[in-house]
């Protein structure tokens, strides 16, 4: 889920391109199994090339999540974009990443080992990369 775009990648013929953007509003995120990506102005970046955008206004990223599911879950959350494997080029924010809703889990659960919550959620403009 993004601002602008909940996804981008290439197709067979085209490249995919979100420029010269700019997302003012707040992105409130519900976290489900098939989509833990959000992003100011794009949530899940495939491939492609995002340029010269801006989340601007102090946007924030909301995060909430499904008390059942809550311990297994690694979202990947950026004031631009939550997940890029493309090319994030001259894009600026001034937003925040509310990670209120997440928490460090140093220790080992069985079934799914060690893990951190915060690991991809932070207050920078790409949450996770590649």
């Not at 199994?33 to 995002?50: A, H, L, P, W």
């Not at 909301?62 to 994030?88: C, L, R, T, W």
Request: proline share 2%.
């Amino acid at each position: 889920m993004g601002g602008i775009a909940g996804a981008s990648a290439n197709n067979d013929s085209q490249v995919a391109l979100i420029s010269n953007c700019i997302n003012k509003g707040s992105v409130y995120y519900y976290w489900k199994d098939s989509n833990r990506s959000v992003g100011g102005i794009v949530g899940y970046q495939e491939s492609g090339t995002i340029l010269n955008c801006e989340n601007v206004d102090d946007t924030i990223i909301s995060f909430e999540i499904d008390a059942g599911k809550s311990k297994v879950i690694q979202p990947n959350m950026g004031q631009i974009v939550g997940h890029s494997q493309g090319d994030v080029i001259g894009s600026k924010s001034a937003g925040n990443v509310d990670t209120s809703g997440l928490a460090f889990q140093p220790g080992f659960i069985p079934g799914i080992g060690f893990f951190d919550q915060l690991k991809y959620a932070k207050a920078r403009e790409i949450g996770k990369r590649g």
